[in-house]
């Protein structure tokens, strides 16, 4: 058992130093992740955009089309009046001319409406693409202090994870099991050192006689207050 509290002291030592590394990057990977999501959000919404402003266009293309061809028609009509023989034939006429006006008049105000969406939908990605331009550019400075700072610390963290793991690989699964969810309760300290009768964790007073168990390093020992795993380290 001594072996295994010794283990986790040094345990708690890589990760208070890996700590220390994670404290040095700050709020950058934080950051760039944000301006990741914020960036594939806009260019998800551009993308939409975009193609909504292909489908208006082709409806643009339909339309002028139908109009086109309904002034033709009418034009047509116009001049199969003055060849007309009999009312009936007249009436047929007239009842497609009116027919006719009617789907023209719809196509022209469909016409000034996807008009409208055009320009509205070319001002929102002219709009996006500013938008990305400059989120783009934010993320990449800080994509690139933050490569910096992990380049920096690469060697050190890999060498401290890799001692880590041969701890962990060598000491009990559950023992690990306690010191990880003490550490991620406790502001990442699972361990604490008994220190002139007190926690060296949350500082509560520890009876003399459980001093003196903790101190033959047996057995494992927590904290009554913060749970924490007691070792007693001479110096």
Do not use: W
């Not at 009436?91 to 008049?105: G, R, Y």
């Not at 926690?199 to 459980?210: E, T």
């Amino acid at each position: 058992m001594q072996k295994t509290l010794y283990a986790l002291v040094e345990l708690q030592e890589i990760d208070n130093r890996l700590d220390e590394l994670k404290a040095e990057r700050g709020d950058l990977p934080l950051i760039v992740e944000e301006l990741e999501n914020k960036y594939n959000q806009k260019k998800e919404l551009l993308n939409e955009k975009n193609q909504a402003l292909k489908d208006a266009k082709v409806k643009q293309k339909e339309l002028e089309l139908l109009i086109e061809e309904a002034k033709t028609k009418l034009s047509e009509f116009e001049e199969k009046l003055y060849q007309v023989k009999t009312n009936r034939e007249y009436d047929a006429i007239m009842a497609e001319t009116d027919s006719t006006k009617e789907k023209l008049e719809t196509s022209e105000e469909e016409l000034l409406t996807i008009h409208e969406t055009i320009e509205k939908l070319e001002e929102e990605i002219k709009q996006l693409d500013e938008e990305l331009e400059k989120i783009g550019a934010e993320l990449e400075e800080n994509r690139v202090e933050l490569e910096k700072k992990l380049t920096a610390t690469a060697e050190e963290e890999n060498l401290l994870n890799h001692e880590r793991e041969i701890i962990i690989n060598k000491t009990d699964p559950e023992i690990i099991k306690t010191y990880e969810l003490v550490r991620s309760a406790r502001d990442g300290q699972g361990i604490a050192r008994v220190e002139n009768g007190v926690c060296g964790g949350c500082f509560s007073y520890i009876p003399p006689q459980k001093i003196v168990e903790v101190r033959k390093m047996e057995k494992i020992y927590t904290c009554e207050f913060c749970g924490r795993i007691l070792v007693y380290i001479e110096e």
